[in-house]
């Protein structure tokens, strides 16, 4: 019995094998299919990608041109209605304009005055600064005046 024992483990070990063998097959065989469906996938992806970034740059260039037609209408529009006078907008840009510059000559008229009353104000302490500055002066005359007519009198005294 011993040897149908040993057979038997022996077939059931090769069976075993044998399966795990064919198990590992079958995963290979899939991973490598699935490998070139990805592969496949992303080709198409890129060329998809490829194709729509071209569509988008054909579009682009589309709004690009249109924007430069109504660019180019525009400023047309623009210079037509400088040549209007009848045109409601140039009126407005012109008030606009004339009223900035009234605006700003007031704005400069006032800073002007503002300086010019800093100044007298400055030259009115430069006056008295100086009004001082002679009294001082004076003051010291005077001082040095008696100075010397005490040292004459200490002088003559010896």
């Known amino acids: ?86 045109n409601r907008l140039g009126k407005y840009t012109d008030e606009r304009v004339n009223n900035l510059g009234d605006y700003l000559d007031g704005r400069l008229q006032t800073i002007t005055d503002n300086i010019i009353a800093e100044f007298k104000k400055h030259e009115e302490w430069w006056e008295i600064n100086d009004q001082d500055i002679e009294d001082i002066y004076l003051h010291i005359d005077v001082q040095m005046q008696s100075i010397e007519e005490k040292l004459k009198e200490l002088g003559d005294g010896h």
Not at 11 to 21: E, P, R
Not at 34 to 56: G, P, R, W, Y
Request: net charge negative; aromatic share 4%.
């Open 1 to 86: 019995m011993n040897n149908k024992f040993s057979i038997g483990v022996v077939v059931a070990i090769v069976l075993q094998v044998s399966g795990f063998v064919w198990w590992i097959a079958q995963q290979s065989q899939t991973i490598d299919t699935l490998k070139t469906e990805v592969s496949e996938l992303t080709a198409k992806s890129q060329i998809e990608k490829e194709v729509m970034l071209t569509k988008d740059v054909e579009q682009l260039r589309k709004e690009m041109d249109q924007i430069k037609v109504d660019i180019l209408e525009s400023l047309t529009n623009i210079d037509d209605a400088r040549v209007s006078e009848d």
